[in-house]
């Protein structure tokens, strides 16, 4: 079946430091890919997505690019911020499917020291 | 704009209690769904619908109930509450499902939930 993994945490990193949070998925087609966030003490929100192989999602300085050829969709942004600080979850809605589809992945906290 | 807006937001419950978390959308979503989420785990999919008068399992329905009786209204129902209901619930709607593309979900802040 469809799932997603993403590495797992805590991931932290000092201020300005570069980010990359991996996510790999298994997917038949062309599944829609999405980061979501979550901040402390709030529910997940979209952060960005990609609808197609190649797409690139952007958001807040946060990026991540749809691959096709390796299933990836990895999340990077050059310059953490304290205020990053969330756990972030990976996650496919197979294609031709509604919401009630998605698979999320485990999530990966980041904490930021300033 | 509220989007959805779940209520409680904490509750303690004792073994054998039941309960209802309610959740409320302004957005005219269709679909709606209810989450559960514990530690390391992601997000497990309780129940969902896709409109008023249709309901249907997710990945982990034992021992909770829902109704949908409008657009707006998606009540989670706790019948006999046991230790291994204790968690954090979201609820979750979209605006449309099927092949539209990109399904984006949009959550409430969450009920966490403890039964002891």
């Known amino acids: 079946g469809d799932s997603v993994t993403q590495m797992e945490g805590p991931v932290t990193l000092s201020e300005e430091a570069f980010l990359t949070i991996n996510c790999t998925y298994t997917a038949t087609g062309y599944p829609s890919l999405f980061w979501y966030v979550q901040y402390p003490g709030e529910g997940l929100q979209l952060l960005l997505k990609?609808?197609?192989?190649?797409d690139k999602g952007s958001n807040k300085g946060f990026e991540a690019t749809y691959r096709k050829e390796t299933t990836s969709f990895h999340l990077e942004k050059g310059s953490v911020q304290v205020s990053d600080s969330a756990v972030y979850f990976c996650?496919?809605?197979?294609?031709?499917?509604?919401?009630?589809?998605?698979?999320f992945g485990a999530g990966t906290r980041l904490f930021v020291k300033a | 704009n509220a989007g959805v807006t779940q209520t409680p937001k904490f509750r303690i419950l004792k073994i054998g209690q039941s309960m209802t978390l309610q959740c409320t959308q302004d957005?005219?979503?269709?679909?709606m769904y209810w989450y559960r989420q514990d530690p390391g785990m992601g997000l497990k999919l309780i129940y969902y619908s896709v409109g008023a008068g249709i309901t249907d399992k997710g990945e982990v329905p034992n021992g909770y109930n829902v109704s949908r009786s409008t657009t707006e209204d998606f009540p989670l129902r706790l019948e006999l509450a046991a230790p291994s209901q204790t968690s954090v619930y979201f609820c979750?709607?979209?605006?449309?499902?099927?092949?539209?593309?990109?399904?984006?979900?949009?959550f409430g802040a969450g009920s966490r939930l403890t039964v002891l």
């Open positions: 957005m005219n979503h269709n679909y």
């Open positions: 990609a609808t197609k192989a190649d």
């Open positions: 996650a496919l809605s197979p294609s031709g499917t509604g919401g009630f589809k998605t698979i």
């Open positions: 979750a709607s979209t605006r449309e499902g099927g092949s539209s593309g990109a399904n984006v979900l949009t």
